[in-house]
């Protein structure tokens, strides 16, 4: 069963307006994590967010921020205001202790191209 | 300055002889774990080191194998490449296996001819 699921293969935004990527995930393990990590066309995997099972508030990094709503079991990312550098391959990953697994499993991304 | 290197960042190896990738980290992290990404798909975890005890993923081939002869080091050695091992092979270390980030290099592409 798919534990991360990203609806969104590709996205085209306007430069300076808001974006939202959409994640969704499924596990039964009470305490687990959601991140949301950028890779250029480099190839580097960029830390973005993490969001725990158990925080209270949303997470916020700069112009990102966590869309966490527990009882649907989706963790969106919101970008404000974005930028021509912000184009890139967006995956959304969680770590839970399924499976004895303590490595992320990653969605299958979503390319967000920023247009001028 | 990087914290997580891979070596190198491009690898071309012929079909069937053994291949090396190389990770080294700076941030003595206790947990340090390999990738492979196929072209278009999402990263998927082969295998990790939590300080010397080494976890492989249920449905890692036994092509892949791995060392970590310290804790700035680890290795993924392909024995036998196939074409279909071609992808970008990604390091990330972590402090322990519950840490809120994991620190990700930048990528070894590895091509098979």
């Known amino acids: 069963a798919q534990k991360i699921t990203q609806t969104q293969p590709g996205m085209f935004v306007q430069e300076k307006e808001a974006v939202t990527l959409d994640c969704t995930y499924d596990t039964s393990d009470p305490s687990y994590g959601l991140f949301w990590y950028k890779q250029p066309s480099s190839g580097e995997m960029i830390f973005l967010i993490y969001?725990?099972?158990?925080?209270?508030q949303n997470a916020t990094e700069g112009r990102y921020s966590l869309n966490f709503q527990k009882a649907r079991k989706s963790a969106n990312l919101v970008i404000s205001a974005s930028q021509l550098g912000d184009s890139a391959m967006y995956f959304c990953?969680?770590?839970?202790?399924?499976?004895?697994?303590?490595?992320?499993?990653f969605g299958k991304g979503t390319h967000l191209i920023i247009q001028p | 300055d990087a914290m997580v290197i891979q070596n190198p960042r491009y690898q071309v190896t012929q079909f069937g002889k053994p291949v090396t990738l190389s990770c080294s980290q700076t941030?003595?992290?206790?947990?340090m774990y390999w990738y492979q990404q196929k072209s278009s798909q999402a990263p998927k975890l082969l295998f990790h080191y939590y300080d010397k005890d080494f976890n492989n993923e249920a449905d890692t081939p036994d092509n892949f194998q791995s060392r970590r002869p310290n804790t700035s080091f680890c290795f993924l050695d392909i024995r036998s490449p196939g074409l279909g091992d071609a992808a970008m092979y990604l390091c990330?270390?972590?402090?322990?296996?519950?840490?809120?980030?994991?620190?990700f290099g930048q990528g070894t592409r590895l091509t098979v001819v």
């Open positions: 990953a969680m770590r839970d202790s399924g499976g004895g697994a303590d490595g992320l499993t």
């Open positions: 941030l003595n992290h206790n947990v």
């Open positions: 990330a270390t972590s402090r322990t296996n519950r840490d809120t980030k994991a620190f």
């Open positions: 969001q725990g099972s158990y925080d209270q």
